[in-house]
C-alpha cells in the first residue's frame, strides 16, 4: 500500500531536513516551517503531495514541493528524490 500522506516533522526527519526528530518537532513549534504558505505550529500535522514546504533553518531558507514519502530515514541520494527544490 503506497503512503500518501505523512507527519511533517518525519518528513523532515526521514529526508535528511532536520538530524532529528525532536529537532524537527522543535523547528515546527518555533514556527520555522510553513505549508502552502501557512505557518504551523503542531508537529502532527500532515502533509500530502504537491504539498509546498518552506524550512527556515540556520537564517537559511528552504522551498520544496513534496514528491514522496517513505517509512524509513533515507541516504541522501534516495531522500532527494522525493522533494524539489523550488
Same mark, same amino acid.
Given at each position: 500500500m503506497e503512503v500518501c500522506e505523512q507527519r511533517i516533522d518525519n518528513w523532515l526527519y526521514r529526508l535528511r531536513f532536520i538530524k532529528t526528530r525532536n529537532n524537527s518537532q522543535k523547528i515546527i513549534k518555533e514556527g520555522n516551517v510553513r505549508i502552502n504558505k501557512f505557518k504551523i505550529y503542531k508537529p502532527s500535522i500532515k @502533509?500530502?503531495?504537491?504539498? @509546498? @514546504?518552506t524550512i527556515n533553518v540556520n537564517k537559511q531558507t528552504l522551498v520544496v514541493m513534496v514528491n514522496g514519502f517513505t517509512k524509513r530515514r533515507l541516504n541522501y541520494k534516495k531522500a532527494q528524490e522525493l522533494y524539489k527544490i523550488l
Open positions: @502533509i500530502k503531495y504537491g504539498d @509546498i @514546504i
